[in-house]
């Protein structure tokens, strides 16, 4: 599988960046309570921490609404996933266990201000292209509505879309069958590489940590 940034992204966002993690022959199951307990108590923290401040205060969530803003899409109607989960935390409206893999992702969206995707490798076909979407890009997401994509960075494959930082669809879900998985993580332009694979490595090892398998890092660029 080969991913690929495609120009006119790179045009508009020069030190675009995306985190790839590839995960093989691993076992997606329910969160034991460690780490339930571990994404509890990172959401009870931030919601003490966001009496005192706004969401589009902090850095991370920021930058990802700049981001949203150079390719043409309004962030104060169409907000970015970390952002969304933000803003739930913030009403106390905290984020329900689903499965070891999207929990984790969870927390690390919480954690880094990014949004994060994981999807199942195994629905996907051909290779995989970050681009701007159109106005002929749409799909069911996981908010069960559907969603058109214009103006939105989006990942897509020989299918056509299948994530984006904003909503991802339900046709590549990671559930208790997925046994190969691909992780996007939408970095942040402004961090360095140096950052960026320790932070990817960081993720892996806890991913393995609950799910076995093996994993595969890279970094694509502009």
Same mark, same amino acid.
């Given at each position: 599988m080969?991913?690929?940034?495609?120009?006119?992204?790179?045009?508009?966002?020069?030190?675009?960046?995306?985190?790839?993690?590839e995960?093989?022959?691993?076992?997606?199951?329910?969160?034991?309570?460690m #780490? @339930?307990? @571990? #994404?509890q108590?990172?959401?009870?923290?931030?919601?003490?921490?966001?009496?005192?401040q706004?969401?589009?205060?902090?850095?991370?969530?920021?930058?990802?609404?700049?981001?949203?803003?150079?390719?043409? %899409?309004?962030?104060?109607?169409?907000?970015?996933?970390?952002?969304?989960?933000? @803003? @739930?935390? %913030?009403? &106390?409206?905290?984020?329900?266990?689903v499965?070891?893999?999207?929990?984790?992702?969870?927390?690390?969206?919480?954690?880094?201000?990014?949004?994060?995707?994981?999807?199942?490798?195994?629905?996907l076909?051909?290779?995989?292209s970050?681009?701007?979407g159109?106005?002929?890009?749409?799909?069911?997401?996981?908010?069960?509505?559907?969603?058109?994509?214009?103006?939105?960075?989006?990942?897509?494959?020989?299918?056509?879309?299948?994530?984006?930082?904003?909503?991802?669809?339900?046709?590549?879900?990671?559930?208790?069958?997925? &046994?190969?998985?691909?992780?996007?993580?939408?970095?942040r332009?402004?961090?360095?590489?140096?950052?960026?694979?320790?932070?990817?490595?960081?993720?892996?090892?806890?991913?393995?940590?609950?799910?076995?398998?093996?994993? %595969?890092?890279?970094?694509?660029?502009?």
């Open positions: 080969e991913i690929h940034i495609e120009d006119p992204l790179c045009r508009i966002i020069p030190k675009f960046k995306a985190g790839i993690i995960y093989k022959d691993i076992v997606v199951g329910e969160s034991p309570q #780490l @339930r307990g @571990r #994404l108590y990172f959401q009870e923290s931030l919601f003490l921490d966001l009496d005192s706004a969401v589009t205060e902090l850095e991370g969530i920021m930058e990802w609404r700049s981001l949203f803003k150079a390719t043409g %899409k309004d962030p104060n109607r169409y907000r970015h996933s970390a952002e969304a989960l933000y @803003r @739930r935390i %913030k009403k &106390q409206s905290y984020l329900p266990t499965n070891t893999a999207i929990d984790i992702n969870n927390l690390y969206s919480l954690q880094c201000q990014i949004p994060i995707g994981i999807y199942d490798a195994d629905k076909s051909g290779n995989i970050i681009r701007v159109t106005s002929g890009d749409s799909y069911d997401g996981l908010n069960g509505r559907s969603n058109s994509l214009e103006n939105i960075i989006i990942s897509s494959d020989d299918n056509g879309a299948f994530g984006s930082p904003f909503v991802d669809s339900a046709r590549t879900a990671v559930t208790s069958s997925t &046994q190969n998985a691909l992780q996007i993580v939408y970095l332009p402004s961090m360095d590489m140096e950052e960026a694979l320790k932070l990817l490595n960081g993720m892996s090892k806890l991913f393995f940590q609950f799910h076995g398998g093996e994993s %595969k890092i890279s970094i694509s660029g502009c």
